[in-house]
């Protein structure tokens, strides 16, 4: 069968994903818009979902796309589905939606049909949103297109740089936020805003006593910064807030089971 991976895509699509990316931030909300529970209590919040994709070892075509969704407040994991893909592109900085979001918007759209009852009220996504060179990460992309509150939780982020300038100066960039970090974030929950002055990126929190490193906050679609930080941190029984912690660990272990399957029919 011939693969259909791209391994170096052209200029030209690089091109197209941008405009489509500019063209889905002009959709995005960046306010609690239409939340159906109480953004500043969280009364009426009821399940938060977790995105996230997981790899088998040396196979860059092929991932387990996982959606785990967890209870409010128990944090107790109530639903969990997968679904094995083929990819057809490498990671590329910038543009991860093109390469992920499809299996999450397909594990979304069969949860809805499947067990509505489950349809989570905000989704908590393994990537960046406004915190991203065109404000269009993938939390962005899957908010607009599954029309579904997302925040995006991330251990790093690109470089943002002054595109007025033609030449492109570092405005918030990893090695400057985590020196702040260390000085500003003393204990659970302080929060350091990731900001030029034109705009609020995100923010680094960090999310327990014991993680010194933070997190990366940002808004995806449908829910306020502050909105964000207040469920990211609710979420937060280790480092990495529960629903994304989920889908990473079982994803992973799925991936396991299988590998240990085919081991034992070979």
Known sequence: MVSTFDHHPSDAQRELWK????????????????????????NGLKYIGGVDLSFPENDFEHALA???????????????????????LPYIAGFLAFREVEPLLKLLNKLKQEHPEF????????????????????????????????IGVAKNFLVIKDQDNDSGQPLISMSQVKQQARTQLLKRGDHLLL??????????LRTTDA???????????????????KITL???????????????LDSRAYIRREERQRHREQ
């Open 119 to 150: 349809y989570p009220q905000v989704i908590l996504v393994d990537g960046n949103g406004r915190l991203h060179p065109r404000t269009c990460g993938i939390a962005c992309h899957l908010g607009v297109l599954s029309n579904l509150p997302t």
């Open 234 to 248: 609710a979420c937060c029984q280790f480092r990495i807030p529960e629903p994304i912690r989920r889908a990473d």
């Open 66 to 88: 996982c959606l785990s969704i967890l209870s409010w407040p128990s944090l107790e994991v109530v639903h969990t589905s997968y679904l094995e893909t083929e990819l057809h």
């Open 211 to 229: 993680a010194p490193n933070p997190i990366f906050i940002s808004q995806g679609h449908r829910v306020s910064l502050k909105t964000a930080l």
């Open 19 to 42: 405009n489509e990316q500019i063209e889905l931030s002009e959709r995005i909300s960046w306010h609690d818009d239409q939340l159906d529970f109480d953004p500043e209590t969280l």
């Open 195 to 204: 900001q030029t002055k034109e705009m609020i990126y995100g923010a680094a």
